[in-house]
C-alpha cells in the first residue's frame, strides 16, 4: 500500500510559478513511477507528466512540455512538478499517481492516487 500526500498548490497569476510536492509512504518508493494528472471542473482527469522510478526519463503532455518539469528524490520518497509560465488553462485539481515499475500516462494504468491539491491560476 502507497499513500501519496501532494502540497503546493495555490493561487497564482498568470505568467507565474508555483512547485507542487508528493510525499509518498512506504519503503518500496523508488520501484514506481511516478506522474501528476489534472482535473478541470467538467472535464475528464488528464495525463500532465511522468517519471520513471530510477529518474532517468520524463514524459510530458503536449500542453505542458517546455513549461513543466517533473522530477523525484528518491531519498525523501517525494515527486516534484514545477510549472513555470502558468496560464489560465492549467487551473486544475492535480493528482499525484504511482505505479508499481512501469511508466503510465493513462489514468486506467494508475495503481495509486493522491487527494489532489488545487492550482488556481488568474488571467
Known amino acids: 500500500q502507497v499513500q501519496l500526500v501532494e502540497s503546493g498548490g495555490g493561487l497564482v497569476q498568470a505568467g507565474g510559478s508555483l512547485r507542487l510536492s508528493c510525499a509518498a509512504s512506504g519503503r518500496t518508493f523508488s520501484t514506481y513511477a511516478m506522474g501528476w494528472f489534472r482535473q478541470a471542473p467538467g472535464k475528464e482527469r488528464e495525463f500532465v507528466a511522468v517519471?520513471?522510478?530510477?529518474?532517468?526519463?520524463?514524459y510530458y503532455a503536449d500542453s505542458v512540455k517546455g513549461r513543466f518539469t517533473i522530477s523525484r528524490d528518491n531519498a525523501k520518497n517525494t515527486v516534484y512538478l514545477q510549472m513555470n509560465s502558468l496560464k489560465a488553462e492549467d487551473t486544475a485539481l492535480y493528482y499525484c499517481?504511482?505505479?508499481?515499475?512501469?511508466?503510465?500516462?493513462?489514468?486506467?494504468?494508475?495503481?495509486?492516487w493522491g487527494q489532489g491539491t488545487q492550482v488556481t491560476v488568474s488571467s
Open positions: 517519471i520513471s522510478a530510477s529518474g532517468d526519463s520524463t
Open positions: 499517481a504511482a505505479k508499481w515499475i512501469v511508466v503510465v500516462t493513462t489514468t486506467t494504468g494508475v495503481d495509486y
